[in-house]
T-cell receptor
Framework: KNEVEQSPQNLTAQEGEFITINCSYS?????LHWLQQHPGGGIVSLFM?????KKHGRLIATINIQEKHSSLHITASHPRDSAVYIC??????????WGAGTKLIIKP | KAGVTQTPRYLIKTRGQQVTLSCSPI?????VSWYQQTPGQGLQFLFE???????NKGNFPGRFSGRQFSNSRSEMNVSTLELGDSALYLCASSLEVAGSTGELFFGEGSRLTVL
């Protein structure tokens, strides 16, 4: 079993829908990262969080440390949100453990 | 503030050759990590350097090596190239925040093709 599990692996939705991507982990962490990778390959950091909730525009990230679970939400989804969303956790000795990513496609 | 710079962006090599890739982190960042991404695959962690020391290492053969200089610039080297080494190689830099890896900043990557 992977230490970081993301679900779903693939998600296709219509423009305007509310999107939720989940990340569960089994190790102790000091922080959790959400990143976005567009088809061109560039990776952008969306959030880094260790507790609670963060919001940036239409993106919201939450984390529940007790349940070892985080969610990334996208409100009013748009085709430009189509990308791979990656969860990574910062474990001991600053080591990052990566999820396999969720491929999101938003259809107009 | 300049971002993470990777060079070269594209390169073509033949089997058996060796290659060196460079990564210049954001000024002030002392952690540099390297990743391999093959088509349709997720990020595979290669290694991470902090203050010129390799702090973490992924499960790659010894043909993959790296180093970090005193100015935090990092290089990775792949010797005796194989066809399967064709991939996008990404580096990321970060600050440390309260004993944890800080926000990650990725370069555009170096796309290696091995013929």
């Amino acid at each position: 079993k992977n230490e970081v599990e993301q679900s779903p692996q693939n998600l296709t939705a219509q423009e305007g829908e509310f999107i939720t991507i989940n990340c569960s982990y089994s190790v102790g962490i000091s922080a959790l990262h959400w990143l976005q990778q567009h088809p061109g390959g560039g990776i952008v950091s969306l959030f880094m969080l260790s507790s609670g909730k963060k919001k940036h525009g239409r993106l919201i990230a939450t984390i529940n440390i007790q349940e070892k679970h985080s969610s990334l939400h996208i409100t009013a989804s748009h085709p430009r949100d189509s990308a791979v969303y990656i969860c990574a956790v910062s474990g001991s000795n600053y080591q990052l453990i990566w999820g396999a990513g969720t491929k999101l496609i938003i259809k107009p | 503030k300049a971002g993470v710079t990777q060079t070269p962006r594209y390169l073509i090599k033949t089997r058996g050759q060796q290659v060196t890739l460079s990564c210049s982190p954001i000024s002030g960042h002392r952690s540099v990590s390297w990743y391999q991404q093959t088509p349709g695959q997720g990020l595979q962690f290669l290694f991470e350097y902090f203050s010129e020391t390799q702090r973490n290492k992924g499960n790659f053969p010894g043909r993959f090596s790296g180093r970090q200089f005193s100015n935090s610039r990092s290089e990775m080297n792949v010797s005796t190239l194989e066809l399967g080494d064709s991939a996008l190689y990404l580096c990321a830099s970060s600050l440390e925040v309260a004993g944890s890896t800080g926000e990650l900043f990725f370069g555009e990557g170096s796309r290696l093709t091995v013929l």
